[in-house]
Nanobody, 123 residues
Framework: VQLQASGGGLVQAGDSLKLSCAAS????????MGWFRQAPGKERDFVAT????????YYADSVKGRFTISRDNAKKTVYLLMNSLKPEDTAVYYC?????????????????WGQGTLVTVSS
């Protein structure tokens, strides 16, 4: 599976941004998907995850109520809609795929990673 993340950019606090992650392969719906982010000098942290059929989603407390993860299995794409962005959301955002269908907030559960897309939120 190859993952290609896009949609990052420079925005102001309070703005919205939607990230996309396009996947290759035939069995996209069998993969649980996740978004993680890594700020400069920090660990790569969990942001959001979604099950293979989109029926289950989980979020980090820091983004709950502001971010929404979704997927379109026909387009083999997972999205992250980010509203009410804050400067502390500034990071490189990575999408990832796990070979089991369920969602997961654990970085080590993910086998495939995209290249990352930079989100910068100015105050």
């Amino acid at each position: 599976v190859q993952l290609q993340a896009s949609g990052g950019g420079l925005v102001q606090a309070g703005d919205s941004l939607k990230l996309s992650c396009a996947a290759s392969g035939r069995t996209f719906s069998s993969y649980g998907m996740g978004w993680f982010r890594q700020a400069p000098g920090k660990e790569r942290d969990f942001v959001a995850t979604i099950s293979g059929n989109g029926g289950s989603t989980y979020y980090a407390d820091s983004v709950k109520g502001r971010f929404t993860i979704s997927r379109d299995n026909a387009k083999k794409t997972v999205y992250l809609l980010m509203n009410s962005l804050k400067p502390e959301d500034t990071a490189v955002y990575y999408c990832a795929a796990k070979t089991l269908v369920g969602p997961s907030g654990y970085r080590n559960d993910y086998r495939y990673w995209g290249q990352g897309t930079l989100v910068t939120v100015s105050s």
